[in-house]
């Protein structure tokens, strides 16, 4: 398959593959969504195969591939990580990758700076103290391993995101993590709000996660106080609805934009991303066995999306302003939640039922929505 191939009408160009490379992590962490095989030893608990990995790139740039995103599990155990890299790099792609920077060297962070199209690396550290990220993460040492990992790859030229999960045994290093993020040499700092699914329902039950109305809370003091009194740029990942007028106007909300991404799952299945491993309905065929065309094309789950997000999003998420930009904000938590891919988003729901959800942000305080997401008086979506 060669050159672009014309999409019928209502058929995106398929931009980004969400690659989840191994079924295992040499991490135990509290929250993951996806939980993966602890992998003390070090192996995979099984990865994607190289070969299929190949023909879903070459299958996907003529329907407009443009970047792909190896995690996983953690990226960093497959054994055949380089060919990977390389592999993009040959195609003329552009490369994002999330790890936890355990395994990281010298070596690796100096050949993926000078051979490869890398453009942003995220790692995750989630407190400023050993005693805090180890726990969490379920492994002693990590938190050494990891540090030393982000610094090999500031060292090769890096500027890394610093990912922090955000829990009630952390928030009070968050400003201290920040400075140490600084002087590391970091390009910026996330902070993640975690999904109420896979290992994160344990945390639930022994009420480890943060209520919305602290996660609220939070993400004003981050993006109205924290922020200005530091030099690294800050994100919280709220939906759009939620995020400060400085934050909207630099085009910073966060926004998926699942109707252009495609999972490829460790066993080579195609899936709407990681939740395929837990969802099978949400898987979509195999690399190898199903073409992709066909599938991007006809898939029956990709068809109701393209029709039904956002028109048909449910709850508050069907009034809310950002809803053509958000299209839910994770539509894979949604259907985990409610087994609905039109379901409203569990944060914005709770923050609806607790009263802190803004409502200058929801259609009623608005004169009216055009229905190709534009708006005919957009001041309303930028009120604070």
């Known amino acids: 398959m060669s050159g672009n191939l014309v999409l019928p009408e209502g058929v995106p160009p398929l931009t980004q593959y969400y690659v989840y490379m191994t079924n295992g992590c040499n991490l135990a962490c509290q929250h993951c969504w996806l939980s993966p095989i602890y992998q003390p030893k070090g ?5 994607l195969d190289f070969d299929l990995f190949r023909i879903a790139v070459e299958e996907a740039i003529p329907l407009g591939l443009q970047n792909v995103k190896l995690t996983g599990g953690e990226p960093l155990l497959h054994p055949d990580f380089l060919r990977f890299v390389d592999l993009i790099k040959d195609k003329n792609l552009s490369l994002t990758i999330e790890t936890n920077a355990t395994l990281m060297t010298s070596a690796l962070a100096r050949y993926m700076k000078e051979n490869s199209t890398l453009r942003h690396i995220s790692v995750s550290v989630d407190g400023a103290s ?3 990220h180890d726990s969490f993460r379920g492994v002693p040492g990590s938190f050494d391993k990891t540090i030393t990992g982000i610094k090999m790859l500031v060292e090769a030229g890096f500027k890394p995101q610093v990912i922090m999960s955000l829990h009630n045994g952390n928030i009070d290093e968050i400003e201290d993590l920040v400075e140490m993020a600084q002087d590391w040499g970091a390009g910026s700092v996330k902070f993640n709000l975690i999904q109420p699914s896979g290992r994160a ?8 996660m943060l209520d919305v109305r602290r996660m609220v809370d939070l993400g004003r003091w981050v993006e109205y106080d924290l922020q200005r009194r530091v030099s690294i ?12 007028l400085n934050r909207l106007l630099e085009g910073n909300g966060d926004a998926c934009g699942i109707l252009n991404i495609m999972g490829i799952l460790a066993n080579g299945c195609l899936a709407l991303c990681g939740i395929g491993i837990e969802i099978p309905e949400l898987t979509y ?4 066995k199903d073409r992709l065309v066909d599938i991007w094309r ?3 789950v990709l068809r109701q999306l393209r029709s039904d997000l956002p028109a048909k999003l449910e709850g508050v998420c069907q009034s809310c302003l950002f809803k053509w930009q958000c299209l839910g904000s994770c539509v894979a938590e949604n259907y985990h939640q ?16 607790a009263g802190v959800f803004p409502e200058k942000r929801v259609v009623s305080t608005c004169e009216s929505a055009k229905s190709d997401g534009t708006f005919i008086d957009s001041s309303f979506a930028f009120q604070q």
């Open 43 to 47: 192996t995979t608990g099984g990865h």
């Open 130 to 132: 050993k005693e805090t």
């Open 201 to 208: 329902q344990n945390m639930a039950e022994h009420k480890k």
């Open 233 to 244: 740029n800050l994100f919280y990942s709220w939906p759009m609805a939620f995020h400060s």
């Open 285 to 288: 065929g195999r690399l190898g």
């Open 298 to 300: 006809d898939n029956q």
């Open 338 to 353: 409610f087994r609905r891919l039109t379901a409203p988003f569990w944060f914005c729901m709770q923050a609806q039922e």
